[in-house]
């Protein structure tokens, strides 16, 4: 076996540190271009001849001081796990800002590279940066790169090779005396403690402590040495302070640091000033304080118009294939368990979830664009003062948009958020935001009853209510449970970029092989479990009474109509029957018969499993009409009032089992885990029923 190397990947957010990994490996870490993309650290290995090379991706921090629970990770990595090198990733557009964290990490005297990234941006405008030169005054390798043209990729593997060989390089990076004074006294105090017998390890301890840094405060809090450490840090504060006039010691370390960061600035960057960029005039009209808002919205609007209209092209024919698939198969095999499971079960199930695909694919194309681009950082400072007024905190805006793509990302995103209370309400309300997988069964519905041209809008107002309604319930759960006001937002605004084609292609292709390997796994043995549900038992003496009659006819018209009975009533006496029977009534009063109702609790597996469901139901009980379409079968089977009720149901209730796992491992309380299980459905149901005896009393 090849020796291991361990590179930890520290740097600010929005550098590129996701988009070196997925440069250097094979690996399809998420990027996006606004800050807070990783959110929980990640391992990806590249093999050389002779080294395994591990580097674990961390979640950007500014500085060594972690505020919310993303830094935290990266920050806990940092100073507990075990690595060998540090691989500290700046954005050379901002390289003075980005030195501030490396200085800090240069402190902790480990093995560490210096990766400046875009440097594609730097040679766009004509400048150029001398790594030669600061790599002499920080004493590390520094090396350029860019993520996107693939330019000093190759460089960073040898250097890591190189650095691990090497040996620890001395310290070029000191503070001005005065402190560095403060700094040995407190190290030599320190070092008396054998926690702390390694002099870098205890000079690390003593600056991290003249810092503030509370974390590192809790590791010496419990330790002998704490008292006498203690009383020498009291007097550090109160001299430093007052020597050098400034309120705080952590203003101090943090001046000394900008001048530092500035001096290497002059020194190795040349760079003309620009004119007035691009940036500034897309962002006059993107952020404008009127027009801002509505060209978001006709975005959205456009993107479900797209959603629809395009998509309808390849689902009809996705859905034809299927369906002729269906048709040929029962023709050609026997009769019998095998084309029973075939042709009503399995295969009615994958084509209903599969032809949603494209809808599905342009979806996600259009958050992806969002999320490239760096519009939604704009997005975010747009929305910022609406949401604001429903409780909710600007920087909400990242994680609820998530959440029209999937929901688990989407908890997790929500670690952005600095305030537990911020945090708590967003995740609350996320699940209104509808995610992909709610698609199929908008598409489908809207397909059953609306006409073709009206279906986009109808997609775009399902979408928004959802959101409506969340803001609302924030606003709810803020005045009755969270007394206060969000926490001011604060959120960098990149550049604008155009989308990196290979990452976008890339994770296209990753979510279609997902969504096909879920359909052929996980929704094919769905759909043989509720095919095998409805078709068994066989009732023998019904049957052979039914075959009787059949023989008895020579119309066709009535042999065809006895054999649907006979499929109905198998279907009711079948395991299925009895579970939907026992499940109808909650939702009788919404008009569901009992095969809807079973869809909509199959789906709190998985969303797509509800069209699944269906399909497979209504195939297995209606002998004639495998060549039908499901779009048809629904709307020969569910009423226009049950099917918006349906709709609602699917807008609100709780979201997919493996989302309301991550809410549970990020949530620890148990009171808000069971406040959050419960409520949805509820207010799901609720409304539903509202809704439903609305539209019956208006005639529908
Ligand atoms: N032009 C250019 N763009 C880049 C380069 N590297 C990354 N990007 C873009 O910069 C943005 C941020 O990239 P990420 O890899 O997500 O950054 P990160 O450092 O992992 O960010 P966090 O996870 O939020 O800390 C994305 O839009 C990338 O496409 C580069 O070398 N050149
Ligand atoms: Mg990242």
Request: glycine share 6%; with cysteine; proline share 4%.
């Amino acid at each position: 076996m090849n020796k291991q190397i361990k590179v930890a990947i520290v740097g600010q957010p929005n550098v590129g540190k996701s988009s070196l990994i997925n440069a250097m490996s094979n690996a399809k870490l998420h990027v996006g271009n606004f800050t807070g993309v990783t959110v929980e650290k990640k391992e990806v290995f590249v093999k050389s001849d002779l080294f395994d090379i591990k580097m674990t991706d961390l979640p950007g921090i500014y500085a060594l001081n972690a505020y919310t629970p993303e830094e935290t990770v990266a920050k806990n990595f940092l100073l507990n796990e075990q690595y060998d090198i540090i691989l500290n990733v700046v954005d050379a557009n901002v390289l003075s800002r980005n030195l501030m964290l490396t200085l800090q990490l240069l402190d902790m005297h480990k093995k560490m590279i210096l990766v400046v990234n875009m440097i594609d941006e730097i040679e766009a405008k004509k400048g150029s940066i001398d790594a030669k030169k600061l790599s002499i005054l920080l004493g590390i390798p520094v090396i350029l790169t860019s993520a996107k043209t693939s330019q000093g990729i190759d460089e960073i593997n040898k250097t890591i090779i190189q650095t691990y060989r090497a040996k620890q390089n001395d310290n070029k990076i000191y503070y001005t005396q005065k402190v560095e004074e403060r700094i040995k006294e407190l190290t030599k105090v320190l070092q008396k403690s054998p926690h702390f017998k390694d002099k870098d390890y205890a000079r690390f301890i003593a600056i991290r402590l003249i810092d503030k840094d509370e974390n590192v405060y809790k590791i010496i809090h419990d330790l002998p040495i704490f008292i006498e450490a203690h009383n020498v840090l009291e007097k550090i504060y109160s001299s430093l302070t007052a020597e050098l006039d400034e309120d705080s010691t952590v203003d101090i370390l943090s001046n000394e640091r900008v001048a530092i960061a500035h001096n290497l600035h002059i020194e190795t960057v040349n760079i003309k000033e620009e004119s007035k960029n691009l940036n500034e005039k897309i962002d006059n009209l993107l952020i404008h304080p009127i027009l801002g808002l509505p060209i978001f919205l006709f975005f959205m609007w456009a993107l479900f118009q797209l959603t629809f209209v395009l998509g309808n092209y390849p689902m009809n024919i996705i859905g034809d294939i299927f369906t002729y698939t269906a048709t040929t198969l029962a023709d050609i095999l026997p009769n019998g368990t095998v084309n029973s499971a075939l042709t009503q079960g399995i295969i009615p199930a994958i084509s209903a979830v599969v032809m949603f695909l494209p809808n599905i694919l342009i979806l996600f194309f259009g958050l992806n664009l969002l999320e490239q681009t760096g519009y939604m950082s704009r997005a975010a400072y747009l929305m910022d003062g609406f949401l604001k007024r429903f409780g909710l905190q600007g920087k909400a805006f990242v994680p609820l948009v998530s959440g029209f793509g999937c929901t688990v990302p989407a908890y997790m995103a929500a670690r952005t958020l600095k305030n537990p209370k911020d945090r708590i309400i967003t995740m609350l309300v996320l699940g209104f935001m509808s995610c992909g997988a709610r698609l199929p069964v908008y598409i489908l519905l809207i397909g059953a009853f609306f006409p073709t041209h009206d279906a986009g809008n109808v997609l775009f107002a399902i979408y928004i209510s959802g959101a409506i309604l969340g803001l609302i319930f924030a606003k709810i759960l803020r005045v009755v449970l969270f007394k206060g006001e969000p926490e001011p937002f604060v959120m960098e605004m990149p550049p604008y970029r155009l989308p990196s084609y290979k990452a976008l292609y890339m994770d296209l292709w990753y979510k279609t092989k997902m969504f096909l390997k879920k359909a052929g796994t996980f929704i094919a043995l769905a759909a043989l479990g509720i095919w095998f549900l409805s078709t068994y038992p066989h009732n023998s003496a019904l049957e052979k009474s039914y075959e009787i009659k059949i023989q008895h006819t020579k119309n066709i018209q009535i042999k065809k109509q006895l054999q649907n009975e006979l499929s109905a009533k198998s279907l009711e006496e079948s395991y299925m029957g009895h579970i939907g029977k026992f499940i109808e009534p909650v939702f009788k009063p919404l008009g569901f018969d009992w095969r809807m109702s079973v869809s909509v609790i199959a789906g709190l597996a998985a969303k797509e499993v509800v069209v699944s469901t269906m399909a497979t139901l209504y195939s297995v009980g209606n002998a004639s009409n495998t060549s039908k379409g499901l779009i048809q079968k629904v709307r020969e089977n569910v009423s226009f009032n049950s099917a918006i009720a349906l709709l609602i149901i699917i807008m609100i209730y709780s979201p997919c089992v493996a989302a309301m796992s991550t809410f549970y491992a990020e949530i620890p309380q148990w009171a808000w885990r069971a406040f959050y299980t419960i409520y949805p459905n509820v207010v799901a149901w609720l409304f539903a029923y509202g809704v439903y005896r609305l539209l019956s009393a208006v005639g529908h």
